[in-house]
């Protein structure tokens, strides 16, 4: 063995470098691709089978050089695979000819400066080549319009943590992240025309009946495309396999395909089966003597196709939940702003605003947010006041306020007022981007699922190959006609042919996963079933999983000489013209009391008798004001009324000593409080809460039931949580509050360093990293697509009681994968000597076979009742 087999475990990285890997099958194909990447000098390899993508920490070999591209792609060549970079980030010079990032930073700057000097407008090259902060380099090849023919700019290669070192740009129809369409596109192709094909010859080659004269020739035209162009996916990767010395399920699967369809066709060219009129009928033994010393061959060109069939609908399926497990990237490229309104010095000398690609931005660069708008970019706000809905990153449904000043994230929302904002991080810096490097991290850190089939065929394959040459060897020696021989060696390869064990896992996967959509649960893979076995905490995230994710009034606090319904009242009448999710739970409680007190509907829609709003203004960041009018047994009344904070109704000379308890109060408790003013004094508190789910408590309870300790984390403060948290039996023990993005990951990592097996429930963007970095990640349906793309498993009703549920059709999806992996392998077991002696008809092998699959197939299908 080579001395750099070993992963080095000493001394920061100097260079980190992304691949992908083509042509990956199953687990002996990564353990090949590290194998060899780790011999390359300073190199640490992690491959995922999943994504086929290989992740590689570079440290300085013996003789202080860094690896480059070239002897990465060379150790992928040697393994037998194809391979390409698609990201290469630190100080190791990359290849292919690259010039320094340095010099295309300072073009970029050169082109920035005199664009400026000529028109007074910032225009910037959208092909230039942008550097931030010496993380790489992103490029955008010239000749792509608008940056990148397939939508991402330098941001977003930069915001998916993948900065593209020069001479790496993707090509359009390159994908980095999962395995491509064009994949599976082939599979699906070869898998409809051998069903159309399979179906006749397994029909004319098991039923006697159906056997018209010439039929064999037939079966012979349909089955060769099949066995040949269909099947050539296996035989390729059988053939890989065989020049690295190497055997996995496909080589099986090949020799299987071959060896039946090479004896059918001398069965029906020389060995007397293509004669009109011959038919043939299934018998236990092999066919009687002919009366010229020799058996009549028996044709196998039906076991070659159903093999090739079933096996293609095996893989095709695979692919399809494979290719979904680089979508989180790709969702989370979607929720940045693809255009910023630059604020640049016009002509005459005056400010005007330029929208331009958002990848134009860099640091220092003023822009503007209105409202309903994205912020472009993480920034500080150099003028305006407004309330940023910052729900997609933290999950939380309260706005917060922001004015001069303070920090603002990018991909934030903008509710109210107009801002300017100054760009303080761009590119790979900003929060949405280290979200987006969590997650890639996490999910390429996963370590491949050794999978059961697998393993069983790593031992089993070659065994069964040894078989059937010492089978063929023991009839000739024994002396055996070489028909007998051959026909004794080719029922070991069908009998074994683990069409079964190859059906086991996507039957089961297949029909679970069908049954748990129909119960709102959506599991992305086999490999997720197996951390379901073992999880013994889960991690529930509060606003939108534990809690309904929006603000519902929960009280009115009059002050006395109010009503309750007073205070109320005043307080929708001005809240339901504005846009604060504070303003729409007042607004939507006082509903329907409004519709109820109402009279009737005037001509200009109005109800008859509700209150008319004047003079409306929305202060962003503290409240909102107007003139209220009232009309009560004919008398009108009007009255100017604020609702908001204490701080800013203090300053615009309202008492609030009255209602200063009752606030401080419910903010203890977790609660948001506004208060409701006229007359210059405060009238009422109204309290606020994320209401937590009806179904919530019985989760709970069902998950402590399938052994599980509940742990709630939030960036919430502590007192909602710890309301929460009481309100569906959580202890107060296990609640973690105030946490960031990056914090929850690093709580689900301190309960694994802890030895526990954690399974994580989620929804927004800010439990994304979190999600991929447990142990099993369930997210709720109602939430985020970058949440929903980043668990293992997808809770569509929002219910937190099928996360419980969620398990338990894990589990017994799981069990009955090894029920399958089970009876495929006994059945082989046990049918294997029998062809060895000869005691079993090739033509009974293949039905044999194919009842197993039936088996199999039934077994599974039980899952359909599952409740």
Not at 508 to 530: F, H, N, S, Y
Not at 739 to 749: G, H, I, N, S
Request: with cysteine; aromatic share 4%.
């Amino acid at each position: 063995m080579s001395t750099h087999d070993e992963r080095p475990t000493t001394g920061a990285p100097v260079a980190l470098v992304d691949l992908d890997v083509e042509g990956m099958t199953c687990a002996s194909c990564v353990a090949r691709v590290e194998r060899r990447l780790n011999q390359v000098p300073g190199a640490s390899a992690t491959v995922n089978l999943a994504l086929e993508t290989a992740h590689v920490e570079l440290r300085p070999s013996d003789d202080g050089s860094v690896a480059d591209d070239s002897a990465l792609l060379a150790a992928v060549r040697r393994a037998g695979y194809d391979g390409r970079v698609t990201a290469r980030r630190g100080d190791a010079p990359a290849t292919h000819g690259a010039h320094e990032g340095h010099d295309a930073h300072a073009g970029h700057d050169a082109a920035h400066h005199e664009s400026q000097q000529d028109s007074g407008t910032r225009v910037v090259d959208p092909h230039a080549t942008v550097d931030h902060a010496g993380h790489g380099v992103a490029t955008v090849p010239a000749g792509h319009e608008g940056g990148h023919a397939h939508g991402m700019d330098p941001f977003e290669h930069a915001l998916s943590g993948h900065a593209m070192a020069p001479g790496h740009e993707m090509d359009a129809d390159e994908d980095t992240s999962a395995p491509t369409d064009a994949r599976g596109t082939d599979l699906r192709r070869r898998l409809r025309v051998a069903t159309v094909l399979t179906v006749p010859v397994l029909l004319l080659s098991m039923i006697p009946a159906l056997q018209f004269t010439g039929w064999q020739w037939v079966v012979a035209a349909l089955a060769l495309p099949v066995a040949t162009w269909a099947a050539l996916p296996f035989h390729k990767a059988a053939a890989r396999a065989a020049r690295h010395r190497a055997s996995t399920m496909d080589t099986l699967v090949s020799i299987g395909i071959v060896a039946a369809t090479g004896w059918s066709l001398w069965a029906l060219l020389l060995g007397g089966t293509g004669e009109l009129g011959v038919t043939m009928t299934p018998t236990l033994f092999p066919a009687a003597d002919t009366g010229h010393g020799e058996a009549m061959p028996e044709l196998y060109f039906e076991v070659a196709a159903v093999v090739t069939t079933f096996l293609l609908a095996g893989r095709y399926a695979e692919h399809r939940s494979r290719r979904r497990a680089g979508d989180a990237l790709r969702a989370l490229l979607d929720l940045g702003a693809k255009d910023v309104a630059l604020l640049v010095t016009g002509p005459d000398g005056r400010r005007v605003e330029q929208r331009v690609p958002v990848g134009r931005l860099a640091v220092g660069d003023e822009f503007t947010v209105r409202p309903g708008e994205k912020v472009a970019t993480d920034g500080v706000v150099v003028s305006g006041t407004s309330a940023l809905d910052t729900s997609l990153l933290t999950g939380e449904p309260v706005p917060v306020d922001v004015g001069p000043g303070d920090e603002v994230t990018g991909a934030t929302v903008n509710t109210s007022g107009a801002l300017v904002v100054r760009a303080t991080r761009v590119g790979e810096e900003t929060r949405l981007a280290q979200i987006g490097r969590l997650v890639a991290a996490a999910q390429t850190g996963k370590a491949p699922v050794q999978r059961l089939a697998d393993r069983i065929s790593a031992v089993f394959v070659p065994v069964v190959l040894v078989l059937a040459v010492g089978t063929l060897a023991a009839w000739l020696l024994t002396g055996g006609s070489v028909q007998a021989a051959f026909t004794a060696a080719v029922a070991v390869l069908i009998i074994a042919c683990p069409c079964a064990l190859g059906l086991a896992t996507p039957t089961a996967l297949l029909v679970g996963t069908g049954r748990g959509a129909q119960l709102g649960i959506l599991i992305k893979g086999p490999e997720i079933l197996e951390n379901t076995r073992t999880v013994d905490t889960v991690v529930l995230d509060k606003t939108g999983t534990v809690t309904e994710g929006r603000m519902a009034l929960v009280d009115v606090l009059p002050v006395a000489g109010t009503t309750r319904d007073d205070a109320l009242r005043y307080a929708a009448a001005v809240e339901q013209l504005a846009e604060h999710p504070v303003a729409r739970a007042i607004a939507a409680a006082a509903d329907g009391s409004s519709q109820e007190t109402a009279s009737g509907v005037g001509a200009d829609g109005v109800a008859i008798g509700a209150d008319q709003v004047h003079d409306f203004r929305a202060h962003a960041g503290h409240g909102v004001s107007g003139v209220v009018r009232t009309a009560h047994s004919g008398v009108g009344l009007s009255r100017r009324v604020l609702v908001g904070r204490t701080g800013w109704l203090r300053e615009e000379g309202v008492d609030t000593t009255p209602v200063d308890d009752a606030v401080r109060r419910a903010e203890d408790d977790g609660a948001t409080a506004v208060v409701v003013a006229w007359d210059g004094a405060a009238r009422g508190v109204l309290v606020l809460r994320d209401p937590v789910k009806p179904t919530s408590a019985q989760a709970v309870a069902e998950l402590r039931a399938l052994g599980l300790r509940p742990v709630l984390l939030t960036g919430d403060n502590l007192g909602a949580a710890r309301a929460a948290a009481r309100s569906v039996g959580i202890a107060e023990d296990d609640v973690i509050a105030q946490v960031l993005p990056a914090d929850k990951v690093a709580q689900v990592q301190r309960l694994q360093a802890e030895g526990r097996r954690v399974a994580m429930v989620g929804d927004g963007v800010n439990d994304a990293a979190a999600l991929a970095t447990a142990d099993l990640g369930l997210a709720m349906g109602t939430g985020t697509d970058v949440a929903i793309e980043a668990a293992d498993l997808t809770l569509v009703r929002g219910d937190l009681r099928t996360a419980g549920q969620a398990v338990r059709l894990s589990r017994k999806t799981l069990s009955v994968i090894r029920q399958n992996l089970f009876w495929a392998f006994a059945y082989n077991v046990a049918a294997i000597p029998l062809a060895a002696l000869g005691l079993l008809n090739p033509m009974i092998a293949g039905a044999a076979m194919a009842f197993s699959s039936v088996l199999v197939v039934g077994n599974s299908l039980r899952l359909r009742t599952f409740a």
